[in-house]
């Protein structure tokens, strides 16, 4: 990811509302994804991107299938009903964080 | 479009072996992952080497490599089996093995009472329990350890972690210094306060069942959590 912090701050939002729109995804696929929506500015770092996944798989709020994929097996990830939940909240709390920015940024001035 | 062949996975799974990684759970999902990187490296030029395309996927983890994967599934599992730890202590305060915890509680109570040693040999007595438990714990990790090297079997983080007891060299330290914290300046226990030998007694009955769980319970029951936390324990065997 871009070496910004309110980028790294956002991962887990990120990676939430990924799987909300798409179901399941596998790691490789995530950070492909991301790249393809911004135009390639940002980037996920792999060694933020796995302990993210796993932090959020033993909160609860994703569930991991396996797959044989070839000659590997891959790790899907997905949102249990918690993290359903969870997304919708983390969403919210983007917005807000959003307006309030765009508030102290651009002030409207009313005279 | 150029695929990676099953040797290649074999590297992948040896490169990050050679990286710290060592148990099979987290390798699995670093190969699937170093192995897309590099056939999507290959689409884009198809000249370039294994070995090159290898190097740049890697270094997209950053300098600490696959550390922080690693500390933090170490992490998330820890917390999972202290959870479980819990969970099983938690079922000694529900009916009917409640009242094998209060019983035994009385019993240790008026055990402790009738014996008229000094405390100091009692604490004695818990910290040779307790270091003997530690051998006894170092010595078939050794031998695990030992045997899965011989045999070439997958390792999983989770089952080191029901093995070597979680963070059981921490959590049974703690126990001796409950013990030297209540019981100095008293000769024996039948003099102490009936209180406080009943909250020595219940402590003392409640990390041996705590211990019970580590070294038994769990254990009995590691392929149901190793399924439930994997679901690529059964696909792989």
């Known amino acids: 990811m871009s070496n910004n912090q309110l980028y790294r701050g956002s991962l887990t939002t990120i990676i939430m509302r990924l799987l909300e729109q798409k179901g399941r995804m596998y790691g490789y696929e995530i950070t492909q994804k991301v790249k393809e929506l911004t135009g390639g500015t940002m980037d996920i770092k792999e060694g933020a991107l796995y302990p993210s996944l796993h932090k959020l798989q033993s909160a ?52 | 479009m150029s695929k990676l062949t099953q040797e290649h996975i074999e590297e992948l799974f040896v490169f990050t072996q050679k990286h710290y990684v060592e148990w099979y759970d987290l390798q699995s999902e670093l190969v699937d992952h170093l192995a897309n990187g590099i056939e999507h490296q290959w689409e884009v030029d198809p000249d370039i080497s294994f ?37 099983h202590t938690l079922e000694f305060f529900k009916l009917p093995k409640i009242l094998l915890l209060i019983s035994l509680s009385i019993a240790t109570f008026y055990l402790l009472r009738l014996i008229s040693v000094s405390a100091d040999y009692l604490s004695a007595v818990i910290v040779i329990l307790f270091i003997s438990y530690f051998v006894k714990l170092s ?48 000769n024996s226990f039948a003099s102490m306060n009936p209180w406080v030998l009943g909250c020595i007694s219940f402590l003392f009955v409640l990390i041996c069942v705590m211990l019970y769980v580590m070294q038994v319970v769990i254990p009995k029951k590691m392929e149901v959590y190793l399924e439930e936390t994997y679901p690529e324990y059964k696909l792989v065997g």
């Open chain 1, 60 to 111: 609860g709020h994703l569930k991991v299938e396996a797959e044989k994929v070839e000659n590997r097996v891959r790790k899907y990830y997905s949102l249990t009903p918690q993290g359903e939940k969870e997304a919708v909240n983390m969403m919210q709390e983007l917005k807000d964080y959003m307006e309030n920015m765009q508030a102290i940024i651009n002030p409207k001035l009313s005279f």
């Open chain 2, 51 to 87: 070995e090159k395309a290898l190097q740049i996927e890697f270094k997209k983890f950053g300098v600490f490599g696959f550390m922080d994967v690693v500390e933090e599934r170490q992490k998330s599992l820890g917390k999972k089996y202290s959870k479980l730890i819990w969970k």
């Open chain 2, 139 to 186: 010595v078939s990790c050794f031998r695990e350890r030992k045997r899965i090297k011989e045999s070439d079997e997958k390792k999983w983080l989770f089952k080191d972690i029901i093995m070597q007891h979680g963070a059981g060299f921490g959590l049974g330290l703690i126990p001796i210094h409950f013990f030297n914290m209540l019981i100095p300046n008293t």
